[in-house]
């Protein structure tokens, strides 16, 4: 999912650099909100692993 973000990213700067302003800030806020829903699962992936890991006996 980070690599789609990174892409994203990266298309928004090419766009940006050949003057594409709306498509660049369209890549942009898709890249901004691939790479935080990529930290939330992250994030709840962690914690159920650490639950997981205390019920082990």
Known sequence: MLGWAVTFLIIA????????????????????????????????SAVIGLLRGRNVP
């Not at 800030?25 to 699962?41: D, N, P, S, W």
């Open 13 to 44: 700067l090419v766009a940006a650099l050949f003057g594409f302003g709306g498509i660049a800030g369209t890549a942009v806020e898709i890249a901004k909100l691939i790479f935080f829903v990529a930290i939330v699962l992250f994030a709840i």
